[in-house]
């Protein structure tokens, strides 16, 4: 007989790992925009890889940021509903 459902304690560790990474991937995102910003580069490498950066980079870091982050909740819909189905 196959088993069903989940255990809460190690779920609940990988959706707080999700949202930490989510996290950190956010404020990388923004470290490395605000480094870009500021420093002093010109030409035409410079305008190409700053369109490259804010058409394309940086919106695919949020989306998997935005992405963790919908991991997360849907780990902890499921620990929640193991815990009420479990009366835990």
Same mark, same amino acid.
């Given at each position: 007989m196959a088993k069903?459902? &989940?255990d809460p304690e190690a779920m609940t560790t990988l959706q707080k790992q999700l949202q930490?990474? *989510?996290a950190?991937?956010?404020?990388?995102?923004k470290k490395l925009d605000g480094l &870009?910003? @500021?420093a002093w580069w010109e030409g035409t490498d410079a305008t190409k890889?700053? @369109?490259e950066w804010d058409g394309n980079h940086r919106s =695919?870091? *949020?989306?998997? @940021?935005? *992405? &963790?982050?919908?991991?997360?909740?849907a780990v902890a819909t499921n620990v929640?509903? =193991?815990?009420?189905a479990s009366g835990a």
């Open positions: 069903l459902g &989940l930490s990474d *989510a950190t991937i956010t404020s990388l995102t &870009l910003r @500021a890889f700053r @369109a =695919q870091l *949020a989306r998997v @940021a935005t *992405a &963790l982050d919908a991991a997360a909740n929640n509903q =193991q815990r009420q």
